[in-house]
């Protein structure tokens, strides 16, 4: 159980579209969903922390009108890179939370953006 | 504020050597504290996890790790260490003071495991 989805786990695009990056809880209803960013050996940075049918809440230098993040359900959260830049080529990860008493995230497989 | 230092950036070990990733912690509350596995290019997988029950935590794959309040350390231990453990770990300080859990992750430390 507690098993999460990334759709594409690939994707290249050029520089000035937009990506969307799904992020799916497959068997297990998600109260909050987190978006992290990692950089080539580096460690995962928090971007944001969504909640199903409020805004999602960014993290401190992380532009809110550049990644758009939509939670329109408690299985469903999307994070859409808008006019993708070369620097933005990074694996973005997601984790869904249960909610309750526990606090174990469960981790998505990433997704690996390469903007050209 | 929280924090976690992972000490060593890479370990080396020969295959059914024992294995010790360091881990440091810094919180202001009684933390929850994980470690991560993470295989090139794939997600993150729990290994254990603490939550304030028994200090000695044992987790998948043949991982334990030790909370010890008075060092601040969740050192990883594997008693013989298998090709397939070469990955990035990475050590998380959880805060539930949120009202949610808000991770955050050490730097990562990379296993290279030798025949």
């Known amino acids: 159980g507690a098993v999460v989805s990334q759709h594409p786990s690939r994707v290249i695009c050029k520089s000035g579209t937009s990506v969307k990056i799904e992020c799916r809880s497959l068997?297990?209803?998600?109260?909050?969903m987190f978006w992290y960013r990692q950089f080539p050996k580096q460690s995962l940075m928090l971007m944001a922390t969504?909640?199903?049918?409020?805004?999602?809440?960014?993290e401190q230098g992380v532009e809110k009108d550049k990644f758009l993040i939509n939670h329109a359900s408690l299985t469903l959260s999307t994070l859409t890179v808008t006019s993708a830049h070369p620097e933005d080529s990074s694996f973005y990860i997601c984790?869904?939370?249960?909610?309750?008493?526990?606090?174990?995230?469960?981790f998505g497989p990433g997704t690996r953006l390469t903007v050209l | 504020a929280q924090s976690v230092t992972q000490l060593d950036s890479h370990v080396s070990v020969s295959e059914g050597t024992p294995v010790l990733l360091r881990c440091n912690y810094s919180?202001?509350?009684?933390?929850?504290l994980f470690w991560y596995v993470q295989h090139p290019n794939k997600g993150l997988q729990l290994l254990l996890k603490?939550?304030?029950?028994?200090?000695l935590v044992k987790g998948i794959n043949g991982f334990e790790a030790e909370f010890k309040k008075s060092e601040t350390s969740f050192h990883l231990t594997k008693p013989s260490a298998h090709m397939s453990d070469a990955a990035e770990y990475f050590c998380?300080?959880?805060?539930?003071?949120?009202?949610?859990?808000?991770?955050?992750f050490g730097k990562g430390t990379m296993l290279l495991v030798s025949p």
């Open positions: 984790s869904a939370w249960t909610g309750g008493g526990t606090d174990t995230q469960y």
């Open positions: 068997d297990f209803q998600a109260t909050t």
């Open positions: 969504s909640n199903e049918g409020s805004k999602a809440t960014y």
């Open positions: 919180s202001s509350y009684s933390p929850s």
């Open positions: 603490y939550t304030s029950a028994a200090t």
């Open positions: 998380v300080v959880s805060d539930q003071n949120s009202g949610y859990s808000t991770l955050t």
